[in-house]
């Protein structure tokens, strides 16, 4: 069972990403390394999310974990 994730910071995690490298996204919340997952997610039923950068650039992950556009930050924490 998958309660809601936990809302680790209502607003985007800014993070320089390297292009080739893969970076798992924390989707339960629990992280203490946000945005990115620490293993905290274990028996909470959420997996981390695989992203990896095409390109060097600055990029905004989601940090409420409520984004239908998960890794990455779509506006929604405006509305939590
Ligand atoms: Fe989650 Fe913006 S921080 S949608
Ligand atoms: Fe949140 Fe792994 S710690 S998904």
């Known amino acids: 069972m998958t309660d809601a994730p936990n809302i680790a910071q209502k607003g985007a995690f800014s993070v320089e990403v ?3 490298k893969t970076y798992w ?3 339960c919340g629990r992280s203490k390394r946000q945005p990115f997952c620490d293993g905290s997610h274990k028996d909470t039923g959420f997996e ?3 992203y990896t950068a095409e390109e060097s650039k600055k990029v905004r992950f989601c ?3 409520h984004s239908a556009s998960a890794p990455l930050c779509d506006g ?3 509305r939590l």
């Open 18 to 20: 390297q292009e080739g």
């Open 25 to 27: 996204w924390c989707a």
């Open 48 to 50: 981390p999310v695989k």
């Open 63 to 65: 940090g409420c974990k």
């Open 76 to 78: 929604t924490h405006n």
